[in-house]
């Protein structure tokens, strides 16, 4: 039997575990104007109804679980410089430069208001795809990030990490991510580490995202922009979103007490709620996330 060496080779024991049917995925593609390409993963049959974007150095299966829990169509988007979308040669990865990239994919690849659904860096582009384009979006939800947050230098850990970004196989850059202590048991992590590199010409395995080999710029970039004299308000996109709002905390995530303070302080009438997971809910806690999500979709849209 020839061996399954496709980006779904994985659903089906995912699916089996959940006790969930396999649901129709596909690798869908967008040209941008610019000349770049976008990537996207789309599950289920009919009109996509919920999109979901990934935070930095993630792609879009890592939604994989919270899709296969949600049983409805879905559309998972692989950010720009992540998974198969292109990489920008300005090095902008900034939420309001991703924010096009999505409300243009939406645009083409949905036909109703969507509920918007993005962790860390993917929160902050979907409050800004959600502030500038409303008609887009019926309800948003950030996980695990809200804005002003501080991004100086990302953990010390992860630009040791990228110091290597190629390796002889799939299985040493496993090791390498095991040392660091990345991934739970040895298949979740030769499952991460599948859809988070690609194999080179020269046969070398490679990280797929870009921070992987921008990492010190891009956090520096981040940080500069918002230290900047004259730098817009972080919480002015969010403030200006018309849909309702839920921030979905992890117990062991990125955020402290006076973030979610922040928030709640910024947005009254948004909803906050705490899960027992980390910092990637959708992977440490998916069934949650789904949940929140299934309450989103079953309200009536505003």
């Known amino acids: 039997m020839t061996e399954d060496s496709s980006e779904f080779r994985y659903l089906p024991a995912q699916a089996s575990d959940l006790g969930i049917a396999v649901p129709r995925a596909e690798r869908v593609r967008l040209p941008l104007a610019d000349g770049r390409m976008l990537s996207a993963l789309r599950f289920g049959d009919g009109d996509p109804e919920v999109t979901l974007l990934h935070g930095a150095g993630l792609n879009a299966h890592t939604w994989d679980t ?6 409805r169509p879905a559309l998972a988007i692989d950010l ?6 292109s990489w920008r040669v300005d090095l902008d990865y900034s939420p309001a430069a991703l924010a096009d990239d999505v409300a243009a994919a939406v645009a083409a690849w949905t036909r109703a208001p969507q509920v ?15 502030a500038r384009h409303p008609e887009l979006v019926r309800e948003l939800i950030l996980v ?14 992860l630009r040791e990490f990228y110091r290597v970004t190629d390796f002889a196989s799939r299985e040493e850059a496993t090791d390498r ?4 202590g990345f991934g739970g048991t040895r298949a979740d992590t030769e499952r991460g580490v599948f859809f988070n590199t690609r194999v080179r010409e020269d046969g070398r395995v490679e ?14 970039a981040l940080n500069g922009a918002k230290r900047a004299a004259g730098a817009p308000d972080p919480w002015a996109d969010l403030l200006a979103v018309a849909a309702p709002v839920t921030l979905v905390r992890g117990a062991r995530g990125f955020l402290h007490d006076s973030d979610a303070a922040s928030f709640a302080r910024q947005l009254p009438a948004a909803a906050t709620i705490v899960v027992d ?17 299934t309450d989103a979709l079953n309200r009536p849209s505003h």
């Open 277 to 293: 997971a980390g910092h990637n809910v959708q992977e440490t806690d998916p069934a949650s996330l789904a949940s929140t999500i």
């Open 80 to 85: 720009a410089g992540h998974g198969d979308s």
């Open 66 to 71: 919270v899709q296969l829990l949600l049983s």
């Open 177 to 180: 991510a095991q040392e660091f």
């Open 144 to 157: 695990d990030i809200v804005p002003g947050m501080d991004t100086d230098a990302a953990p010390a850990i």
């Open 207 to 220: 990280w797929k995202h870009h921070f992987a080999h921008i990492i010190g710029h891009a956090f520096d």
């Open 116 to 130: 918007l659904v993005g962790h860390s860096l993917g929160g902050l582009t979907a409050a800004t795809v959600a």
